[in-house]
């Protein structure tokens, strides 16, 4: 059989750990296949770039998502629900779409217990997929965003939302920052009057950012509230896209193994 061929499609895509991950892992567990990265500028060549390349298949990362869930022929009925497909694979000329984001981000969170409420602060598309799949596993997710337009959707989905302006505190086990405050800046999420309301009754904290100790992490810590960054979201998504890449031919575990090496390298 010859090498197969795997990338991740995004624009930017440089900062990507994805290609690393998966050569660890790949390499690790003798697989042969190599992954790469590739500078996707528009999303509608995503059917014509993946079969010039030759690939077996891909993820993908913003601002490609949506694209890549028009590009599929046939989708699972998680990702055909929420409208975002980061993994693809190809069989028999026809391509597989599915959302690894939303369980990889659910099983980060698992490892906090006794949680049954959520505070999302942001509405983007981070939160998009990952409050749904928190939906249909019997969390309560409210969203509270900065401003009132990205939580149109959420409001006919039957989600609690609220600006800054709106929000009337209640008691979340968990608050989770999806916003991109704190990314290139010391910025929090959401004022700090409003964050010193929530967190101190929250039973932990995390961040989707990952990477760095960001000034929400630095609060909820100051509070002394267990914590985690995006590293766990990032890492369990990629070993759930190398399940579908190599049809399930290892364990969570083992694939856990050599591709967390990517956050240590
Ligand atoms: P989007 O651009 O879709 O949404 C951005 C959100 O952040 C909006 O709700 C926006 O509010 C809010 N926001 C941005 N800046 C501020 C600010 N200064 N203060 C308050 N709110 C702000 O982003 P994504 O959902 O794609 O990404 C969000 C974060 O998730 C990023 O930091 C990204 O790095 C991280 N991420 C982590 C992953 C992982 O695996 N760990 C995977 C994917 C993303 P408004 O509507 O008012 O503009």
């Known amino acids: 059989m010859a090498k197969e061929l795997f990338a991740i499609f995004g624009n930017p895509v440089s900062h990507s750990k994805s290609p690393l991950m998966h050569n660890l892992a790949f390499q690790g567990l003798s697989y042969d296949a190599c992954y790469t990265r590739y500078l996707l500028e528009n999303g509608s060549t995503l059917k014509e770039?993946?079969?010039?390349?030759?690939?077996?298949?891909?993820?993908?990362?913003?601002?490609?998502?949506?694209?890549?869930?028009?590009?599929?022929?046939?989708?699972?009925?998680?990702?055909?629900?929420?409208?975002?497909?980061?993994?693809?694979?190809?069989?028999?000329?026809?391509?597989?779409?599915?959302?690894?984001?939303?369980?990889?981000?659910?099983?980060?969170?698992?490892?906090?217990?006794?949680?049954?409420?959520?505070?999302?602060?942001?509405?983007?598309?981070?939160?998009?997929?990952?409050?749904?799949?928190?939906?249909?596993?019997?969390?309560e997710v409210t969203l509270l965003n900065r401003s009132e337009e990205r939580l149109k959707k959420y409001k006919v989905d039957n989600f609690k939302t609220y600006t800054f302006e709106t929000f009337e505190p209640q008691t979340y086990d968990l608050v989770i920052n999806m916003t991109s405050a704190g990314l290139e800046d010391d910025s929090l999420?959401?004022?700090?009057?409003?964050?010193?309301?929530?967190?101190?009754?929250?039973?932990?904290?995390?961040?989707?950012?990952?990477?760095?100790?960001?000034?929400?992490?630095?609060?909820?810590?100051?509070?002394?509230?267990?914590?985690?960054?995006g590293s766990d979201m990032l890492l369990y998504q990629g070993i759930i896209a190398f399940e579908y890449f190599t049809q399930s031919s290892y364990t969570f575990e083992s694939i856990k193994s050599y591709m967390q090496k990517a956050f240590i390298l």
Do not use: R, W
């Open 49 to 139: 770039t993946f079969s010039n390349l030759k690939l077996k298949g891909v993820n993908v990362t913003v601002p490609h998502k949506e694209a890549a869930f028009n590009a599929c022929d046939f989708l699972d009925p998680f990702a055909q629900k929420i409208g975002v497909v980061n993994t693809i694979i190809e069989k028999e000329g026809k391509l597989y779409g599915y959302n690894t984001d939303a369980p990889g981000f659910l099983k980060a969170i698992s490892e906090f217990k006794e949680i049954k409420t959520v505070l999302f602060l942001g509405a983007g598309g981070t939160a998009q997929a990952t409050s749904v799949i928190l939906k249909d596993e019997g969390y």
């Open 189 to 229: 999420p959401a004022p700090k009057e409003i964050l010193d309301t929530v967190i101190p009754q929250a039973k932990a904290c995390m961040d989707v950012i990952y990477g760095k100790e960001t000034a929400f992490l630095k609060l909820a810590k100051s509070h002394n509230k267990p914590t985690k960054d």
